[in-house]
């Protein structure tokens, strides 16, 4: 299809910026709850009990995953506003009841449902925002659903920061939980979300539904007046025209048996990979652990604090690279770069903290690591995921490149620290170098460009 130019950008960017909210809360959401856990474990009496500890701290990833198998199964029935509408009611009701729970079973119920809504807003995010891109634009809106989600860590990082920096250092647990921060402080931590949740869950009702949703469930006058709003009439009729003939032989109710088709099961195979990559290629661990990891390189407690609200700011500053250079310089040199770039870093924290180097020297690496990400897996992985699949499965496939992540996410998560005991801080790092370079030679041998083509002509590319 020829490329246009002439689009009502200010339509699209409101509408795409009101769809990433969902990611600023998927970020917030799933970063918070490290400030607030030496605060939660004193209320609920956790201290002798690792295994409700790993519970509290795990118990939203597990929402995740419930989530994503929910979007698979109802997005492609009933849409992507609705689902992202209840996911935003679910982090207004996360948020205020993890903020005023006075038992530990409640606090994990409110978890749960805002690991939901997080699984839902991954998924359908991205996903709406490139079925209602322009081609040649659709890389730049939905790396904006990454940088909203890098607002939402950020966001959480520094609310966490600004509640606890008051606090009196060598207090003993009896005084923490005595203090405002052990009954009240943390529970502002979860409350603060709920403002920028409301008006997500608000915000939701003036964007219109996924025109190529409505396309491919017989609504083609409510399609066209989208698109013809977003490029003008004829853009409208051209986009509909493509996406019905992409459903010629449209499964009208997706059986996740129907994915096994060869064709399909390939390029399900990929976003699986991708999927997986993007968890496993280590920086998780920076995240989930950071505390070990700066603790490792010799910095005390304060300066942890500080370099933990500086690997968000540059993930922020770093994004931006992707969203400036995914359309010229596509997706797959991005993922390419990334990934070199991981593993030259990995290795050098490996042999940092193998040799005993600490301080300056392994904070500027990781840095960098992060920076790495930052421009290529982290954003891109989601763009990727949101263009890959066909139409008329993208939900059900989509979802189950969703869970992957979601799934990889916790094993790694429960993983490292026995990782870590095995192997020490060198070996761990050396093995997600291992990683990052057999997945630089997957998206070597296997990725395809996708910059620039509708969606329609990536399915047609790919299936047919």
């Known amino acids: 299809m020829q490329k246009q130019t002439g689009y009502n950008v200010t339509y699209l960017w409101t509408t795409c910026l009101v769809a990433a909210m ?6 917030y959401d799933w970063v918070v709850i490290g400030g ?4 939660f474990i004193q209320f609920f009496h956790l201290e002798a009990d690792p295994v409700m500890v ?65 699984g839902l807003a991954s998924n ?40 606890a920096r008051t606090m009196p250092e060598n207090l003993s647990q009896q005084q923490i939980l005595d203090s405002w921060y052990g009954q009240t402080g943390w529970r502002w931590m979860f409350a603060a979300e709920t403002m920028p949740a409301a008006l997500f869950f608000f915000m939701m009702f003036l964007v219109p539904e996924s025109p190529r949703w409505l396309v491919k469930n017989g609504k083609d006058d409510r399609a066209r007046s989208i698109f013809s709003r977003i490029g003008g009439p004829e853009y409208a009729m051209a986009q509909v025209a493509d996406i019905k003939e992409t459903l010629v032989n449209e499964i009208q109710q997706v059986n996740f048996r129907d994915l096994l088709q060869p064709k399909l099961l390939k390029i399900i195979t990929i976003g699986v990979v991708l999927a997986a990559l993007q968890q496993w290629c280590g920086i998780n661990v920076i995240f989930y652990y950071a505390q070990d990891v700066f603790a490792a390189a010799g910095y005390s407690v304060n300066a942890i604090m500080i370099n933990i609200v500086y690997t968000g700011l540059i993930m922020f500053v770093f994004t931006f690279v992707a969203i400036f250079t995914v359309e010229r310089l596509g997706r797959r040199f991005l993922m390419l770069i990334g990934s070199a770039g991981l593993v030259v870093m990995y290795a050098l924290i490996g042999a940092s903290f193998y040799l005993g180097v600490k301080g300056l020297f392994v904070m500027i690496l990781v840095l960098a690591a992060i920076a790495c990400y930052s421009f290529s897996l982290a954003p891109i992985v989601w763009v990727l ?65 996708t910059k620039g083509k509708t969606l329609e002509a990536i399915e047609r590319e790919l299936v047919d």
Not at 22 to 27: C, M, P, R
Not at 150 to 159: F, K, L
Not at 424 to 432: D, I, N
């Open 124 to 163: 359908l995010s991205p996903m709406y925002i490139a079925e209602v891109a322009p081609a040649e634009m659709r890389g730049k809106l939905v790396s904006i659903n990454q940088l909203a989600i890098v607002i939402g860590v950020v966001s959480a990082q520094v609310v966490n920061w600004a509640i």
């Open 385 to 449: 995921l949101a263009e890959l699949f066909p139409n008329r499965i993208r939900g059900a496939a989509m979802s189950i490149s969703v869970f992957t992540l979601w799934t990889t996410c916790w094993a790694l998560a429960q993983l490292f620290p026995l990782m870590n005991d095995q192997l020490g801080a060198a070996g761990s790092f050396w093995l997600f170098a291992l990683i990052c370079l057999l997945g630089f030679i997957y998206v070597w041998r296997v990725l395809p460009e």
């Open 36 to 39: 607030a856990k030496p605060f």
């Open 22 to 27: 969902g990611g600023l809360l998927f970020g």
């Open 54 to 118: 790993g519970w509290a701290m795990s118990s939203a990833l597990v929402g995740c995953l419930i989530g994503s198998v929910i979007s698979g199964m109802l997005s492609d029935r009933f849409g992507r506003k609705r689902l992202l509408l209840a996911a935003g009611l679910m982090f207004v009701v996360s948020a205020i009841g993890t903020g005023i729970a006075d038992r530990f079973t409640i606090f994990v119920w409110y978890r749960l449902l805002g690991g939901i809504g997080i």
